[in-house]
């Protein structure tokens, strides 16, 4: 009975364990079929997400890459190239997660910040909080439809990433969005 109860440990361990890394391998998988990016920038975003959902987990016990769905977007300058964002945010149901990569003594550190700033005013461009409000209704049509109609020539790309847990992997949307500006439709307030 014993070995029956550490076998069945065993087993379920494993069955654990391997749905932790489920997002991350379907996620690696999807970038090496899908993308043209080279082998060093989807190790760099692997590695990047791996470091920030393992911290997430310490912090709180709960595993963003077992979650039945999950989305993140980051942003990155234009002026960079490769994969090397400066911030971003990954979310789910219960949990949302908001860094900026920043460098200390030449190497990079990912702090854990607000994603979405208030605005300053009404016509304040906005980056990711239109961006954000899109992917969480899934309106990825409408996301991409406002970057080509709004285009700047300077600021950030954004790269969207939406995984929906099935049962035979992660359907996994992503795609890049060149840097766009739009304006804040808010009633001022007095």
Not at 83 to 97: E, K
């Amino acid at each position: 009975m014993q070995k029956l109860v550490v076998i069945w440990g065993l087993l379920l361990g494993s069955v654990v364990a391997g749905r932790a890394q489920g997002f991350l391998a379907d996620y690696q998988r999807y970038l090496r079929q899908s993308t043209q990016a080279s082998q060093a920038d989807r190790e760099r975003e692997i590695s990047l997400l791996r470091e920030i959902l393992a911290a997430h987990r310490q912090k709180t016990g709960r595993d963003l890459a077992a979650a039945d769905t999950l989305t993140l977007i980051t942003l990155q300058s234009v002026e960079v190239a490769g994969y090397a964002p400066d911030g971003g945010i990954i979310w789910n149901r219960t949990d949302t997660v908001c860094f900026r990569r920043q460098y200390q003594h030449g190497r990079p550190v990912v702090s854990y910040e607000p994603f979405l700033e208030p605005a300053l005013d009404d016509y304040d461009d906005i980056g990711p909080d239109s961006l954000v409000a899109l992917v969480a209704r899934r309106q990825f049509a409408r996301a991409q439809q406002l970057a080509r109609e709004h285009p700047v020539h300077d600021g950030r790309r954004s790269r969207v990433v939406a995984a929906v847990r099935t049962p035979a992997g992660y359907r996994i949307t992503a795609f890049t969005l060149p840097a766009f500006g739009l304006l804040r439709f808010e009633r001022r307030r007095k």
